[in-house]
């Protein structure tokens, strides 16, 4: 079982917008700014998209955009296009368990 | 661009220990966190540990007992042991590095599987 929790799955038709819950706890998601988002193909390595909570790293689309309530962290996508298809994985600062993962959520655009 | 990749055995038999070698090369390996993720086969990802490259580690609490990371920076690689594996160590490996300063994994290596069979 992951630290973070997140849907199995979520979907949406090109052009919607879509959000992804991670679920923590305040040991973890509501108690650092270090909640970071990765997205992963089948069969690549996974790769980061959120930083910080929102923060993009430079090549990231600003149609993903991140978000945090206190112990949940959201992704949003919008504008839902067909590479948007993959597995998301939430992650969070942790402290002395140092970073924890969420148990992924497969984005499915119809 | 740094680039990092996986090597080692892909098979290894149940209570042995599970050896990587991760090379990273087009960039010092003399700064910066070097960790290693797994990911189970349909499953999540895990973080398993790190080593800085002054040789400092630290482990997941819950593979701690059976975990060695550590870095040789003259061939600019790091490697993990994992001791006395089952099947449930079965997982693709990734190497990955962690620039520090937002606990985010920003480089990855491609992965290797490794399962745990006899």
Redesign the interface.
């Known amino acids: 079982q992951?630290a973070l929790t997140q849907p199995p799955s979520v979907s949406g038709s090109p052009g919607q917008s879509v959000t992804i819950s991670c679920t923590g706890t305040s040991s973890d998601v509501g108690g650092y700014n270090?909640v970071?988002w990765?997205q992963q193909h089948p069969g690549?390595?996974?790769?980061?998209m959120i930083?910080?909570v929102s923060k993009r790293?430079s090549g990231v689309p600003d149609r993903f955009s991140g978000s945090k309530s206190g112990n949940t962290a959201s992704l949003t996508v919008s504008g839902l296009r067909a590479e948007d298809e993959a597995d998301y994985?939430c992650?969070?600062?942790a402290g002395?368990?140092?970073?924890?993962?969420?148990?992924?959520t497969k984005l499915t655009v119809l | 661009q740094v680039q990092l990749q996986e090597s080692g055995p892909g098979l290894v038999k149940p209570s042995e220990t599970l050896s990587l070698t991760c090379t990273v090369s087009g960039g010092s390996i003399s700064t910066y966190y070097w960790n290693w993720i797994r990911q189970p086969p349909g499953?999540?990802?895990?973080?398993i540990g790190?080593v800085y490259y002054s040789g400092g580690t630290?482990y997941?609490?819950s593979l701690k007992s059976r975990v060695t990371i550590s870095i040789d920076t003259s061939k600019n690689q790091f490697s993990l042991n994992l001791s006395s594996v089952t099947a449930a160590d079965t997982a693709v490996y990734?190497c990955a590095r962690d620039r520090g300063d937002?606990?985010?994994?920003?480089q990855?290596?491609?992965?290797t599987l490794v399962t745990v069979s006899s």
């Not at chain 1, 690549?44 to 980061?48: E, G, I, L, V, Y």
């Not at chain 1, 002395?96 to 992924?104: A, L, N, P």
């Not at chain 2, 990855?108 to 992965?111: L, M």
């Open positions: 992951s270090y970071s990765y690549k390595a996974p790769k980061f930083y910080e790293p994985y992650s969070s600062y002395s368990t140092y970073v924890v993962f969420g148990g992924g | 499953k999540g990802l895990e973080w790190y630290n997941n609490p990734y937002a606990y985010i994994f920003d990855w290596g491609q992965g």
